[in-house]
């Protein structure tokens, strides 16, 4: 094996520990996971690599990604200033870019389809999810000390759901919802493949998140109806893990009543942000770039918790999304698709499109039903609860999916 060959497995391998104590290090958020060492050591291998070589090729299409990037973020900054509330705009950029960068890295530049040992890798991964769940929450053995410190879980969690590896539930379920998927459609045998889905759906309605339980279930109704030539396989397996449908139901009506609703802050958080969003892009459609996201939440947040406030039937809780008006600590919408949406406008929201188009193409003609399965669910999940661009074990999937096209564009010519 060569040193990228090792340090692709170790990415897969080490993406599920999510809440490592290199969040303490001047890495920060891009220190969630043990995954972001043996990134760099790609990165630096790359690098290297295009150093030495005698002819040096530039891909016109990053060129221009950055260049416009770089002129949107510039000009907001510009306009904005390079202080927000004590906090430095372009230290805030470079870190947005870097992590966005190393997460785009993830997805298009490595060859993830091509990689002789996914397979072996994402059981690995999946197998330490499991294996944080058992040890972390269920506490199997008497064991769970040995997950339950600093090393392991930087950030405090009194939550009784689930978490395992990961800081909170809901990044447990696209951990484990990613892994376990992308697991399934790596598998040789069905029987594989059935057992990594039925414990993987199980894991999902176990965990108490409806995020996950919900995607799981609109990505399989929806594959099951558009992709073509393996809908009856869908149907029947969805029919055989109705009693996990079930589950879940149970599980989340015992996790999710309207008083828990009303004490948390979750739903006025996330959808004053939604609605901010929204706002956002309706007045910035190219961005406002990495450096213009702090301001614009003074700008146009106060409207949308009075929009959020007037269009909810409950009572909620303000006191977490106030505190992003003055304070860039977990400020976000909370999921990666809107994020990228305020920082880049309509024109990513279009090359988004385009690229989910391209995968599901590529799945639908190469009879990846399982592959499309895990990027749809990802997607979701990137599109309604995950928010970070460090989960490398959602960007993995993507990453093969994006594999896959590339080399049917590379047969088809």
Request: hydrophobic share 55%; proline share 5%; aromatic share 12%.
């Amino acid at each position: 094996m060569s040193v990228a060959t090792w340090l692709m497995a170790a990415l897969v391998i080490l993406s599920p520990f999510q809440d490592t104590f290199l969040r303490n290090t001047p890495l920060r958020m891009l220190g969630s996971s043990f995954a972001v060492i043996p990134l760099f050591g790609l990165v630096a291998l790359d690098l290297a690599r295009w150093l030495s070589a005698p002819q040096k090729t530039v891909n016109w299409r990053v060129c221009a990604v950055t260049a416009y990037c770089a002129a949107v973020t510039g000009v907001h900054l510009a306009v904005f200033g390079i202080e927000w509330h004590g906090v430095s705009l372009p230290a805030k950029t470079f870190n947005l870019g870097l992590m966005m960068a190393l997460a785009a890295y993830v997805v298009f530049r490595l060859d993830w389809y091509g990689f002789p040992y996914l397979r072996a890798s994402a059981y690995i991964a999946f197998a330490l999810c499991v294996a944080g769940i058992l040890i972390h929450d269920l506490n199997l053995f008497g064991l769970r000390p040995l997950l339950a410190n600093p090393v392991f879980h930087a950030t405090p969690n009194p939550d009784t759901r689930w978490h395992g590896l990961c800081p909170e539930a809901s990044m447990l379920t696209l951990s484990t919802g990613s892994l376990g998927l992308l697991s399934a459609a790596c598998a040789r045998s069905n029987w594989t493949r059935g057992i990594l889905i039925a414990g993987t759906a199980v894991l999902l309605a176990a965990s108490g998140s409806k995020g996950g339980v919900l995607a799981l279930g609109v990505v399989s109704a929806a594959v099951g109806l558009l992709a073509r030539g393996y809908r009856l396989r869908v149907l029947l397996g969805c029919l055989l893990l109705s009693p996990v449908a079930y589950l879940g139901m149970l599980r989340l009506q015992e996790m999710a009543s309207v008083d828990a609703i009303n004490q948390s802050t979750t739903m006025a958080t996330r959808g004053s942000l939604f609605f901010w969003a929204l706002a956002v892009v309706a007045h910035h459609p190219f961005g406002v770039g990495f450096g213009g996201f702090f301001p614009a939440l003074t700008l146009y947040l106060p409207q949308a918790m009075d929009r959020m406030f007037q269009a909810s039937p409950l009572l909620l809780d303000f006191n977490e999304v106030t505190g992003y008006l003055s304070s860039a600590q977990y400020a976000g919408t909370k999921t990666l698709v809107f994020d990228l949406a305020v920082y880049f406008g309509i024109p990513f929201l279009a090359g988004f499109a385009v690229f989910m188009a391209r995968l599901w193409r590529a799945c639908q003609q190469q009879r990846k039903p399982l592959l499309l399965i895990a990027i749809a669910f990802v997607a979701i999940g990137f599109s309604t609860y995950g928010g970070s661009p460090a989960r490398y074990d959602a960007m993995v999937v993507m990453g093969t999916g994006w594999s896959l096209y590339r080399r049917r564009v590379k047969e088809a010519h």
